[in-house]
Nanobody
Framework: QVQLVESGGGLAQPGSSLRLSCAAS????????IGWFRQAPGKEREGVAC????????YYEDSVKDRFTISRDMAKNTAYLQMNSLKPEDTAVYYC????????????????WGQGTQVTVSE
């Protein structure tokens, strides 16, 4: 019953904020990297951010590094993506994923995936 479940998506106005949650069950996020990815229609799935739970190392895609913050609460076995100053180009389905031991930019390196949550940024 290994699961990652995203929540917190929805409709947001440009310049506003959303916080996405990624709740893990059936395994612990200890010693995993936790990545956030997004995919817009007609585009490749791209990495947004990743946190290594073992040492706390953080990685961000250049277009979001001044606006988004990735974090985790180990007691709740949950990761988060705080998204501020949202732009229409942030519109996508957002996925969380877990990788054993180390963050990666490559989607095929990840061991577990959530089913995604829709984020739409529009007036």
């Amino acid at each position: 019953q290994v699961q990652l479940v995203e929540s917190g998506g929805g409709l947001a106005q440009p310049g506003s904020s959303l916080r996405l949650s990624c709740a893990a069950s059936g395994f612990t996020l200890d010693y995993h990297g936790i990545g956030w990815f997004r995919q817009a229609p007609g585009k490749e799935r791209e990495g947004v951010a990743c946190i290594s739970t073992s040492d706390g190392s953080l990685y961000y895609e250049d277009s979001v590094k001044d606006r988004f913050t990735i974090s985790r609460d180990m007691a709740k076995n949950t990761a988060y993506l705080q998204m501020n100053s949202l732009k229409p180009e942030d519109t996508a389905v957002y996925y969380c994923a877990a990788i054993k031991y180390a963050c990666s930019r490559r989607t095929y390196h990840y061991d577990y995936w959530g089913q995604g949550t829709q984020v739409t940024v529009s007036e």
